[in-house]
Antibody
Framework: QVQLVQSGAEVKRPGASVKVSCKASGYTFTTYGITWVRQAPGQGLEWVGRITPHSVNTNSAQKLQGRVTLTTDTSTSTAYMELRSLRSDDTAVYYC????????WGQGTLVTVSS | AIQMTQSPSSLSASVGDRVTITCRAS??????LAWYQQKPGKAPKLLIY???SLQSGVPSRFSGSGSGTDFTLTISSLQPEDFATYYC?????????FGQGTKLEIK
């Protein structure tokens, strides 16, 4: 069965970086892209970005451009989202999902940015 | 970026009611719209894709319609497990954008 398993919760200081992983199984990783979505506490869903299977194309939300990098490792069927220069308003649960459409989702990774 | 305006932001209804949620795009998005359901503490779940295609395993009481700029999600007869928050998402072009969400509560 299709599964996306994400790395564990992170606590970071403002200005630091975080890298969240998303390991896929149960399907051919190179056939689908991966989309990242985040949700701040008590807020709605926010699209972060997406990457095609061989990292040929990436797109990210305009407000995060320059701070977010999406990559994949096809040898381990793992996608990564790195967010730099963290701010308190980056505190959120970050989800990966197989795309498109977003039919399978990871369990979410809570990233807390706090001094 | 394309703006998605979802309404209402909250809705109170009873089991058995018919409910409609709408999403309006700020520009043409063909039928590149999906609907997701999210329950507290859980990842979202895909209900409808390509505006009107029912995802496998989703009950037939859920339906979607629309194209261009105006879209609707309809639940024909609410069940207790349907009380959740619903989001639309356009992926006609990037960046993709979600609607603000509709919280469906029990009356």
């Amino acid at each position: 069965q299709v599964q996306l398993v994400q790395s564990g919760a992170e606590v970071k200081r403002p200005g630091a970086s975080v890298k969240v992983s998303c390991k896929a199984s149960g399907y051919t990783f190179t056939t689908y892209g991966i989309t990242w979505v985040r949700q701040a506490p008590g807020q709605g869903l926010e699209w972060v970005g997406r990457i095609t299977p061989h990292s040929v194309n990436t797109n990210s939300a305009q407000k995060l451009q320059g701070r977010v990098t999406l990559t994949t490792d096809t040898s381990t069927s793992t996608a990564y989202m790195e967010l730099r220069s963290l701010r308190s308003d980056d505190t959120a649960v970050y989800y990966c999902a197989r795309s498109s459409p977003l039919d399978y989702w990871g369990q979410g990774t809570l990233v807390t940015v706090s001094s | 970026a394309i703006q998605m305006t979802q309404s209402p932001s909250s809705l109170s209804a009873s089991v058995g009611d018919r409910v409609t949620i709408t999403c309006r795009a700020s520009q043409y998005i063909r039928n590149d719209l999906a609907w997701y359901q999210q329950k507290p503490g859980k990842a979202p779940k895909l209900l409808i894709y390509a505006a009107s295609s029912l995802q496998s395993g989703v009950p037939s009481r859920f339906s979607g319609s629309g194209s261009g700029t105006d879209f609707t999600l309809t639940i024909s007869s609410l069940q207790p497990e349907d009380f959740a928050t619903y989001y639309c998402l356009q992926d006609y072009n990037y960046p993709s954008t979600f609607g603000q969400g509709t919280k469906l509560e029990i009356k």
